[in-house]
C-alpha cells in the first residue's frame, strides 16, 4: 500500500496554494474545501508514512474533515462557477452523476479509515488517496 500514498502524497505537494488570486466567491468555496481536504491528507500521510506521530485524536480530526468536506463537494461544485484561476474542468457539470459518485467515493473512503495503528491507517490511506486521484484525473485540470 505504499505507492497509492506516495502517488496521493504528491498529488498534495504540488496543488499548494492553487486558489491565490481567485475572484469568485464559489469558486474560492470550493477550492478552500479542497484545501482543508489536502492539509487533513496530507496529515494522514505524514502520520502513515512516520514523519510524525500517530495521534489519535489528530487523526481523527483529519479523518472527520475529509468526510465533512467531501461530504460538501457536491453542494459546492454544482453551480458551473468559473475563475480564470479555476482549474476545475467542464466534464464536471456534463457528467455530473459520475462526478457526484467520485465524491461519494470519497466519503466512503474516508469513513472507512482506521487508524488504531499505522500499519492500519497505511492500508485504508490507500484508498483515500485513490479517490481523490480518481477525481482529479477527469475533472481538475492537469498541471506540468
Ligand atoms: C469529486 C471530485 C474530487 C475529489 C474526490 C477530490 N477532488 Fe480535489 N479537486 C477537485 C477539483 C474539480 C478541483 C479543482 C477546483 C477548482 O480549481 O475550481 C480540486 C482541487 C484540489 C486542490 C487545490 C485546491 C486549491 O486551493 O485550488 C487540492 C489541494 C485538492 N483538490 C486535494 C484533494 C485531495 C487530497 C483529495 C482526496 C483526499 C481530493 N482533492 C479529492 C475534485 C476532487
Given at each position: 500500500m505504499r505507492r497509492p500514498i506516495l502517488i496521493a502524497a504528491l498529488l498534495i505537494t504540488t496543488s499548494a496554494?492553487?486558489?491565490?488570486?481567485?475572484?469568485d466567491p464559489e469558486v474560492m468555496a470550493r477550492m478552500m474545501a479542497m484545501e482543508k481536504i489536502g492539509a487533513a491528507f496530507k496529515t494522514l500521510v505524514s502520520m502513515a508514512k512516520q514523519e510524525i506521530p500517530l495521534h489519535q485524536a489528530k487523526a481523527r480530526m483529519a479523518r472527520d474533515t475529509i468526510v465533512m468536506q467531501s461530504g460538501k463537494i457536491n453542494a459546492l461544485f454544482e453551480n458551473p462557477a468559473t475563475d480564470p484561476?479555476?482549474?476545475?474542468?467542464p466534464t464536471i457539470w456534463e457528467d455530473w452523476a459520475h462526478f457526484s459518485a467520485k465524491s461519494d467515493d470519497l466519503t466512503k473512503a474516508g469513513l472507512a479509515?482506521?487508524?488504531?495503528d499505522r500499519a492500519a491507517l497505511a492500508s485504508t490511506l490507500g484508498s483515500v488517496g485513490l479517490a481523490c486521484k480518481a477525481c482529479h484525473k477527469d475533472y481538475r485540470l492537469k498541471k506540468d
Open positions: 496554494h492553487a486558489h491565490n488570486g481567485v475572484k484561476k479555476s482549474e476545475a474542468l479509515l482506521d487508524f488504531t
